[in-house]
């Protein structure tokens, strides 16, 4: 693991996205709150369950079924193997595994809803949680067979399954068993208490450590596809004065400001400009501070649905141990993170939508200003046999379509579930899934346009009348350079595109501040 940052501490404080980023990709240790007073507080919800149990209280998925078996009393002597059942008939997950990244997200955002002491689970829960994020223990969890509501049962019984020995993990780069694994780490495996699967599985952390993760890849792509306009502006010899801060000031959406500020910045707004030629640049270009600007104005309140749906105790029922009360709600719907998700892919699959379009003029003689046709660099006698970026605009176009077909919301496919006990779901974490899909298709478009858009600026580069270019796009091209050189002779790009979604995975470019 690499350390970058200070110790993630789960507990009472509260977690930002960026938090569960660095946990998801390795970057922070973490630690438990352990202060005396906060680990009472975590045992005094398992006690007073062990209360009622002595009392005979009726308490959901404790003294009774599951779902619509909650009328269903279950007598004393099966409460304990009620929890095992629970994460047992729910190992019915299909799909592909979570990669490491989500499941280390997941891991963090269940660990963090039970710290808030009101799911009546034990400190030793707690603390085995945090073992397996701290030892990169990774329970291999099917993406596949939540609607959202109760939670993420079936891909959350992985994680319960794990921690009491049961099932698959990761452990080292290996698939092992997880119980052998316990025995490697010299752990017991839990024996988990009346709740405690409950408390597990009845949440939304699968759905909520996915949107971590879009939010985080969202708002680098928001930053790239700047960068890529301001260089396709330079490459087109479009009009920089399109992002001139006094239009913007007429239509005063911060989010839309700050871009127009940023290209202003990429593109040295004050420096001279070339001859332009055309008044009006074309939509793409003209209006993507427009485009840009509402996703950018929408992170904020993106923001704010996922932190606090990370920060919440969100399964059910809720344990006062305080007050001596259970409180039987419905805190495991992920309506918010579905909305949020919901939005984000039609957000991003419009900065899609955007580039496309910029890579579609850069390519056309038509529309280029006398760039050469598909942006090759091949001399004259040997022209009509180069392709240049042909194909790659083809294919971003399919890349573009398919992001496009996925923003369909999730959200109003509610299906009536489990003898209409669940007769309204969120589909969170299906809207989660398909947010992650649309980005990484248009990651895909941004790799090929960023490509592009460089070709474009190295060919404007050659010509006698060239000028400069601003500093912080010198500054692009020239790295750009070291990875990816002029197409001059046809060749496969495949390698290159795919070196570039590393690049943007490891956020490699530092763009604005």
Known sequence: ?????????????????????????????????????????????????????????????????????CVVAVPLEHVEALPRHLYTFHGCGLGKLLDAQATRAVLAARLQSL???????????????????????????????????????????????????????????????????????????????????????NGTAVMTGIACLAFARADY??????????????????NPEHFDERLFAAKPHPGQMQVAAWLRNDLAIDAPTAPLHRLQDRYSLRCAPHVLGVLADSLNWLRSFIEIELNSANDNPIIDAEEERVLHGGHFYGGHIAFAMDSLKTLVANVADLLDRQLALLVDVRYNHGLPSNLSGAPADRAMINHGFKAVQ?????????????????????????????????????????????????????????????????????????????????????????DF???????????????????????????HA
Not at 16 to 39: F, K, M, S, W
Request: with cysteine; charged share 20%.
């Open 1 to 69: 693991m690499t350390t970058h940052l200070e110790p993630v501490t789960f507990g009472e404080r509260p977690l930002g996205i960026e938090d569960v980023l660095a946990l998801a990709n390795r970057q922070a240790p973490t630690q438990l709150q352990d202060d005396v007073a906060y680990r009472q507080r975590i045992a005094k919800g398992a006690q007073f369950l062990d209360s009622l149990l002595d009392k005979e209280g009726v308490i959901y998925g404790v003294t009774t079924g599951y779902g619509d078996s």
């Open 115 to 201: 710290c808030h002491g009101v799911s009546g689970v034990r400190v030793e829960l707690l603390e085995r949680l945090h073992g397996f994020l701290e030892h990169d223990v990774l329970p291999l969890i099917p993406e596949e067979g939540s609607v959202g509501a109760s939670g993420d049962l079936t891909p959350l019984s992985y994680v319960a399954a794990t921690l009491s020995g049961e099932r698959e993990v990761l452990f080292r780069g290996e698939r092992r068993q997880a119980a052998d694994v316990h025995r490697e780490l010299g752990w017991e495996p839990l024996v988990l208490r009346p709740k405690e699967a409950l408390a597990l599985m």
């Open 221 to 238: 792509l928001l930053h790239l596809a700047t960068r890529i306009t301001a260089l396709n502006v330079v490459a087109l010899q479009g």
């Open 394 to 482: 083809i294919g971003t176009s399919a890349w573009t379509a398919e992001a496009l077909k996925n923003t369909m919301p999730a959200s109003v496919f509610s299906r009536s579930t489990e003898c209409h006990n669940q007769d309204k779901v969120s589909m969170g974490t299906i809207a989660a899934r398909d947010a992650i899909r649309v980005l990484e298709l248009t990651e895909q478009v941004a790799a090929a346009t960023l490509l592009a858009a460089n070709q474009g600026v190295w060919l404007r580069a050659q010509a006698e009348d060239a000028r400069p270019l601003p500093p912080a796009l010198a500054a692009m091209h020239a790295e750009l350079a070291q």
């Open 485 to 511: 050189p002029p197409v001059i002779e046809d060749r496969a790009l495949e390698g290159e595109l795919r070196l570039c979604l590393q690049r943007i995975a490891a956020q490699h470019w530092r763009l």
